[in-house]
């Protein structure tokens, strides 16, 4: 019997129970906060990818319903077009994707002329600028000649815009810097720049479509973009055939 002054205690077993049953729910629940983390930064994503969504609407109403130009007679970037900011701060910010590890400050390559990302269009959301901004070819799919394709488009030329690329996740795979997750400001079909799966453990590919609401796109292959160019997914741009193609007007 124990007498009044003595306390209860642990016996040595006892103790690395209770640690081996802490070490097996700390190793259950690690990746669980992982995907939740994983998933916060997609997120935080997709709320970057609509707020640029606004400005792209903002453009419209001011501009007679006409998509950002990019090439001769527009200005070079479209994003500091929409966002009517050059510098790397306030909602220029909004460009980059919350699972880049760079910052718009950083020096993408030695041969920028600013030296900083968001001055030199090295970005993490592409534009679709093949098929809405004005620097598509003769051979775009169903073009003819002259192509209506080397203008931008009017909104009203896209007529299935829950199916029509806008913007999205963008790597140039070209680069040497593209592994540290810089893209380059346009988005192209199946080229580079490509579509990146940058999310779920570089699976997940975040569009924002011409209607404005976004959407993850999951690829086969953990950070293989190729797969997002199957017919299912974001198509090709280059082919006459509609239900292969979500880069070009219908």
Not at 213 to 242: E, F, K, P, Q
């Amino acid at each position: 019997m124990r007498s009044a002054g003595s306390q209860a205690g642990f016996t040595l077993i006892e103790l690395l129970v209770v640690i081996v049953i802490i070490a097996v729910l700390a190793g259950m629940l690690l990746p669980a906060v992982g995907l939740v983390r994983d998933a916060a930064r997609s997120a935080s994503c997709q709320s970057r990818q609509r707020q640029v969504g606004m400005m792209f609407a903002r453009h419209l109403a001011d501009n007679q319903s006409i998509y950002p130009g990019i090439g001769a007679g527009y200005p070079s970037l479209w994003y500091q077009t929409i966002s009517e900011e050059t510098s790397a701060t306030g909602e220029s910010l909004v460009f980059m994707c919350s699972e880049d590890p760079n910052p718009p400050t950083a020096i993408p390559w030695s041969g920028a002329p600013t030296n900083t990302a968001y001055r030199d269009g090295y970005i993490s959301i592409g534009y679709n600028v093949q098929g809405l901004g004005g620097s598509g070819w003769v051979g775009f799919a169903g073009s003819g000649s002259p192509s209506p394709y080397a203008k931008p488009a009017p909104a009203a030329a896209v007529r299935k815009p829950a199916m029509t690329v806008l913007a999205g996740d963008v790597i140039n795979p070209t680069a040497s810097y593209a592994a540290k997750g810089y893209g380059y400001h346009q988005l192209a079909a199946n080229a580079w720049p490509a579509a990146y799966p940058r999310h779920a453990g570089r699976r997940s590919c975040n569009i924002l479509w011409a209607d404005l609401h976004v959407s993850a796109i999951r690829s086969s292959t953990a950070g293989n973009s190729t797969s997002l160019y199957d017919v299912t997914m974001l198509g090709l741009h280059n082919r006459d055939n509609a239900l292969d193609t979500m880069w070009d007007r219908k």
